[in-house]
């Protein structure tokens, strides 16, 4: 953090107030809040120089277009870190979250989301001009690797984890002909590639684009099917036709569009795009054990459902093994059929902010322990966590947070008691600290270990900070 730090007071002249890191999703990169005396900025640590010099290209580039993106505002000689504005903390994902849980999104949702789309073809098109595509990351364009990339993918972290027989020579001749589908609609455009509800921010009514340093020159349709077909942005089918005419009048404006060819290529798009997209939530969900991911899972097999009722004459034996596939009992279980009840304890630090429950149930239980003696004031824990014996035994000989958690072990006991006799699915408790790393640490494994061995439970343990997850099964 010094360098940011040392950024920020270069850039504004201000003394350095407070830091906050913020909630990253799937990215190594870390976000931090810097404050000073009247400025407030966001600070970027990015592990990939590659990845950032992109990223800055583009920003700088969009921004003198008058396009609504962060503003890259100073940068490190060695652009390993950089400070842009701040745009908020309102993702457009969690702004049309009362759509997605019901399914009828409100006008004010309604309306974001045709500002997006209407921006869109800006980026793709008069974004495109003068754009050096030479700095684009890990390439410059969509091309045959490009999809051969995605779709193997897709085959190993996703198809084959699901025990499906099918013969890869077969698939491999498949993909050819996809790609050569997929490559017919090659232009000069620019190709935002991850471009879905999590990355675009809502700032006093309007959509701003962030996240795409993975842009390149690449087809329109991909970035359609992207944020159209989002596993978990929950459009009706009626929407999604509103917003693809939104955006194609606001395409019209800008370029010429053969509509019927451009809806007929949209369907690969929209097929390749949720092939990758579940080779991603395999990699996270399998994996790396991430369980954000795993729950979206059943959304885009429900997605790639629905677009198998399509005809794909090109590629009749993918589809086989898609139909397949989906038809397996494990995609097929509907949530509320699950009777168990499943338990997620987290730790986290408080400058961070407290968890999301993505159960949307609203949080569960919050524990502050913030009161107890804190064993990151000594040197001898700094670099240590609460899973270390040396932190255990320190918490454990002061005394202070014993009584602390049978108190907190009673409350959830009550809970978890009551929640199985009414056949509750989640059930979430969180422990904060102020950096997420000793007492919160310690005490969310103290009670994952506790719930699971007395109620014989799923248990999903996260300590956020520290990207350490675990299972406890039903015993």
């Known amino acids: 953090m010094n360098e940011l730090e040392t950024l920020f007071r270069q850039y504004t002249r201000e003394n350095f107030l407070t830091q906050k890191e913020l909630t990253a999703s799937g990215s190594p990169r870390r976000y931090f809040r810097l404050e000073g005396e009247k400025s407030t900025l966001i600070g970027v640590e990015g ?17 003198k277009l008058g396009l609504p993106v962060p503003v890259v505002v100073a940068e490190t000689p060695d652009r390993k870190f950089y400070l842009q504005n701040d745009l908020g903390d309102t993702l457009l994902f969690d702004y049309m979250a009362e759509g997605r849980k019901t399914g009828v999104f409100s006008d004010d949702e309604k309306e974001i989301l045709r500002k997006t789309m ?25 091309n045959e690797r490009s999809v051969f990339w995605d779709l193997n993918y897709f085959k190993y972290n996703f198809l084959k984890t699901t025990g499906v027989d099918f013969q890869e020579n077969r698939l491999e001749d498949d993909f050819v002909q996809f790609s050569d589908v997929l490559l017919q609609s090659k232009t000069d455009t620019f190709m935002y590639r991850d471009f879905q509800s999590r990355n ?36 009706t089918s009626e929407l999604r036709e509103e917003l693809l005419q939104v955006y194609l009048k606001s395409l019209k404006k800008l370029t010429t569009v053969d509509e019927a060819d451009f809806r007929r290529q949209l369907n690969h798009f929209v097929l390749f795009r949720t092939l990758q997209v579940l080779g991603a939530y395999g990699f996270r969900g399998y994996f790396e054990k991430k369980p954000h991911f795993l729950q979206s899972i059943p959304f885009a097999i429900e997605n790639l459902k629905q677009l198998l009722a399509i005809d794909f004459p090109e590629y009749p034996y993918l589809i086989e093994v898609l139909k397949q596939m989906t038809s397996l009992e494990q995609f097929n279980a509907k949530k509320e059929e699950r009777k168990s009840l499943l338990v997620k304890v ?9 968890p999301e429950d993505i159960s949307g149930n609203g949080g569960g239980f919050v524990f502050d322990c913030r009161a107890i003696h804190n064993p990151g004031k000594y040197q001898e824990y700094v670099d240590l966590t609460g899973l270390d014996e040396l ?14 958690l049978e108190h907190a072990f009673e409350l959830v006991d009550n809970s978890v008691k ?11 408790i969180s422990f904060g600290c102020t950096g997420g790393r000793h007492r919160s640490v310690y005490s969310a494994q103290k009670m994952a270990e506790h719930i699971s061995e007395k109620f014989g439970v799923e248990v999903e343990l996260v300590h956020r ?3 350490i997850e675990q299972k406890f099964l039903n015993k």
């Open 47 to 63: 592990t990939s120089v590659e990845e950032n010099r992109a990223f800055i290209a583009m920003s700088k580039h969009f921004g």
């Open 118 to 142: 209407q921006k869109l073809p800006e980026f793709q098109v008069t974004g495109a001009n003068g754009f050096d595509f030479s700095v684009c990351y890990p390439q410059p364009e969509f």
């Open 200 to 235: 675009v921010m809502v700032k006093d009514g309007e959509p701003y684009f962030i996240d795409f340093q993975g842009g390149r020159k690449g087809p329109l349709q991909y970035d359609v099917a992207s944020f159209l077909w989002q596993a978990k942005a929950g459009f």
């Open 346 to 354: 987290c730790s986290f630090s408080y400058r961070v902010g407290i």
């Open 391 to 404: 932190v255990k035994q320190f918490l454990e000989k002061d005394g202070e947070i014993i009584p602390f």
């Open 418 to 428: 009551r929640y199985l006799e009414r056949g509750f699915a989640d059930l979430m």
């Open 465 to 467: 900070e520290q990207k």
